[in-house]
Structures are given as C-alpha cells and as structure tokens.
C-alpha cells in the first residue's frame, strides 16, 4: 500500500490502536459465504492478527425463525475468551444482526473493542429490513419463487456482478457459494441490543451503494471511511480494506 493509501485511510501513526494484536471475526453475508472475506483474513493473519470467518447459516422457508439458526452457528464458530480483544466486521445483509453478536459475545465473556459494518444497513432494535425500503420489498417479490426461495444473490444484478467482480477467477469462487435464502427472511425483525460505550463502533462504505447508512453512523458519532470501488471491493483490493479496517478498528476504540 502507498504512503498516499495510507495518509488517505487516515491511519493513525502511532500504531498503538492501529496494529495491536486482535481476534478479527468476519462475518459474510448471508446471501454469500467465507470466500467474500478469505483475502481480508490472509492479510489479518500476515500482519500477525487473530482471524475467525465466520459460516453463513441459512434456513428455509419451513423455519419460522431466520435469526437464531445464524447466531447460533456464528457463535460456535467463535473460540472461547482467551482475552485477546475483538473485533467484529460484518458485511451487508448481515450488519443489522451484529449488535446480536456483540451482545451475546459480551455475555460470554469476550471483551469486545469493536464493532464494523461494511456496506450494509444502519442496525435499528426491532426493524424489518424490508420496511424501510419498498423498493427493495418490491424487487424481492418479484424475485420470490413459487417455493418461497429467492434466487442466489448474483442472479439479482446480472451483468452488474461482472463490475463487482472483474476477475473471472475470483468471481466463480466467491459466486459458488451463493445458495438461495428463503424470501421470509428479509421480514424478520432484528433485534439490536443497545451496546455499552467502550464498544468502538465504525462504518466502511464501499462506493455509494449505502451511503444513507453511512451518513446515519457518522451523524451518530461512529469513526466512518468510505472507499472508491464496488460492494464486493474487499475481494478487488483485501490489502486496501484490511488497512481501512485496521484504521478504524484503531480510530472507534479511541473514541469509545
């Protein structure tokens, strides 16, 4: 990374927040899987941090639950306090649920420095993702098929997908993991639990796709950063994301 990436990251100089040793648990959207975050956490792990991606859970239109079966298989996938701190990114259609996470990872026992959502939705206790957005609502119905599943995610945008993922290579690994999800659980609301203040919190856009999320977290006091490139940018350039996580895991924990 140049010294021009990193002066515009704004990372801080001093390292101390910005390079201390962490577990980073990264959860994948739903609507894809691991592969989404793999380059992230190889760079995570050459800069001598803690790395846990976690599954993406899915359920089926038979369940009349959509949030436990996920938080439960994330969970699991944590490894017990050891008391490394952590620090939790989520990405898209799993940001609403990541206060969840934080909430059950401090019960346990975790001491959790931060929590960062990139390129997703503004987590609001109680809200139905889709009734903040008819528009969205809409294209999901028309999506929906006759056995209540919606197709994988990279069938919703076409050609648009080519422009998140030019490489053809990285593309098919990351798009062989998006399975269908079941229209209902877009309906669920989601529970966020309200998180103590020494809980560093930051928000990441990546091009403008939820800038109105983004201005919500930094009207909110949240350390924020916003990077040219495509929803899926943290497989483009991991080196380039992983800096700016760094930056504001370092940046939110100062604030908290």
């Known amino acids: 990374m140049s010294?021009?990436?990193?002066?515009?990251?704004?990372?801080?100089?001093?390292?101390?927040?910005?390079?201390?040793?962490?577990?980073w648990v990264l959860l994948p959207s739903f609507l894809l899987g691991p592969e989404t975050w793999r380059g992230v956490g190889r760079s995570f792990q050459l800069l001598g941090q803690d790395v846990v991606i976690t599954p993406s859970h899915r359920t089926t239109p038979r369940d009349t639950d959509h949030i436990q079966p996920w938080l439960d298989a994330t969970l699991?996938?944590?490894p017990a306090p050891d008391g490394l701190p952590v620090v939790l990114v989520g990405h898209s259609a799993v940001c609403p649920r990541q206060p969840l996470i934080v909430d059950r990872l401090l019960e346990a026992g975790h001491h959790v420095a931060a929590m960062i959502i990139v390129n997703g939705r503004?987590?609001?206790?109680?809200?139905v993702p889709t009734e903040r957005d008819s528009p969205f609502m809409d294209t999901l119905d028309a999506l929906t098929r006759p056995d209540?599943?919606?197709p994988p995610w990279h069938r919703w945008w076409g050609a648009m997908v080519e422009d998140m993922l030019p490489n053809d290579e990285a593309r098919e690994r990351v798009l062989r993991e998006a399975k269908s999800v079941p229209r209902a659980v877009f309906d669920q609301p989601i529970p966020a639990p309200r998180l103590p203040e020494d809980v560093g919190q930051a928000f990441l856009a990546l091009g403008e796709m939820y800038l109105p999320s983004f201005r919500q977290a930094r009207d909110e006091g949240w350390a924020v950063t916003r990077l040219e490139g495509e929803h899926l940018h943290m497989v483009v350039d991991p080196v380039m994301v992983t800096g700016a996580l760094l930056s504001l895991a370092g940046r939110s924990i100062q604030r908290s």
């Open 3 to 23: 010294e021009q990436q990193q002066a515009d990251l704004g990372w801080e100089q001093s390292g101390d927040h910005t390079l201390a040793r962490r577990l």
């Open 76 to 78: 699991a996938a944590i």
């Open 148 to 150: 209540g599943f919606l």
């Open 122 to 127: 503004f987590p609001e206790d109680g809200v």
